[in-house]
């Protein structure tokens, strides 16, 4: 198949779309547009002419819809903002609790345990009452026998 | 300020189009190629000047054999009164744009 033919095929099938596409298919007007492109000799032009066709029909076919007057328009308006105003209400009633956190699966390891630090314990520091000065911390070191003794028993450390 | 009906720049090509060769049947190609208007243009303009009692339509023998029927159209006398309003509308328009 030529593309020559090819076009002349698609003007003829876009040509015949628009006839049917057009309000009152097999009304004068489609037939008219439909059968004009037979009488166009140059294939190139009768694919324009044919698309030409297709957007006449779709135009005339949204003019064809049913007008709304304005009361009607109104009333749809007004349920559509009522409607909206009671889901949004639902909605809010909804809404006023918190949500519970996701519980994990029963044998699923949390991500992570609010209750338990992984931090290592800080050193124990003994704070010697000084009257005279501010406290002077120290560290002890864990094996340290007085580590639990109170600071006034300690010995003074230099 | 409400636009007057049929005072577009198409339908005032059409209607010019159809006064140069008044009382002659035309079909949509011919009108086409001569005013410019693509046939989604053009068909809207026919319909609508129909529907205003404009313009007349009717099939015409093809005056090749084998092919079929063609849809011929010609202004009315409504028609044919509106077109040469507007030209002369057109004309004087002119004239004062020369002369301004």
């Known amino acids: 198949m030529t593309s020559a033919t090819r076009a002349?095929?698609?003007?003829?099938?876009?040509?015949?779309?628009?006839?049917?596409?057009?309000?009152?298919?097999?009304?004068?007007?489609?037939?008219?547009?439909?059968?004009?492109?037979?009488?166009?000799?140059?294939?190139?032009?009768?694919?324009?002419?044919?698309l030409g066709c297709v957007l006449a029909?779709?135009?005339?076919?949204?003019?064809?819809?049913?007008?709304?007057?304005?009361?009607?328009?109104?009333?749809?308006?007004?349920?559509?903002?009522?409607?909206?105003l009671v889901i949004g209400l639902a909605l809010l009633d909804n809404a006023g609790g918190q949500t519970p956190p996701p519980k994990p699966a029963f044998d699923e390891k949390p991500a992570f345990d609010e209750t338990a630090c992984d931090l290592a314990?800080?050193?124990?520091?003994?704070?010697?009452?000084?009257?005279?000065r501010l406290p002077v911390e120290r560290q002890i070191a864990p094996d340290d026998p007085n580590r639990d003794a109170p600071c006034s028993s300690k010995s003074k450390m230099p | 300020m409400p636009r007057r009906p049929n005072s577009s720049r198409q339908t005032r090509a059409l209607l010019a189009s159809f006064l140069d060769h008044s009382g002659t049947w035309r079909h949509g190609y011919d009108l086409s190629k001569?005013?410019?208007?693509?046939?989604?243009?053009?068909?809207?303009?026919?319909?609508?000047?129909?529907?205003?009692g404009l313009l007349e339509a009717r099939w015409q023998e093809a005056e090749r054999p084998g092919l079929p029927p063609r849809h011929a159209y010609r202004l009315t006398a409504a028609g044919l009164v509106l077109a040469r309003e507007q030209a002369l509308e057109a004309i004087t328009a002119e004239r004062a744009g020369v002369l301004a």
């Open chain 2, 34 to 52: 001569e005013t410019g208007l693509r046939s989604g243009t053009l068909y809207p303009l026919l319909m609508r000047l129909s529907e205003q």
């Open chain 1, 121 to 132: 314990p800080p050193p124990a520091v003994c704070r010697l009452p000084c009257a005279d």
């Open chain 1, 57 to 84: 029909s779709y135009r005339a076919r949204l003019l064809q819809r049913p007008t709304v007057s304005a009361r009607t328009a109104w009333r749809q308006i007004a349920a559509s903002g009522a409607l909206m």
């Open chain 1, 8 to 50: 002349r095929l698609l003007a003829v099938m876009l040509a015949r779309h628009a006839a049917r596409a057009m309000p009152g298919a097999g009304s004068p007007w489609a037939e008219a547009m439909r059968r004009e492109i037979d009488h166009i000799a140059d294939d190139a032009e009768a694919v324009r002419w044919a």
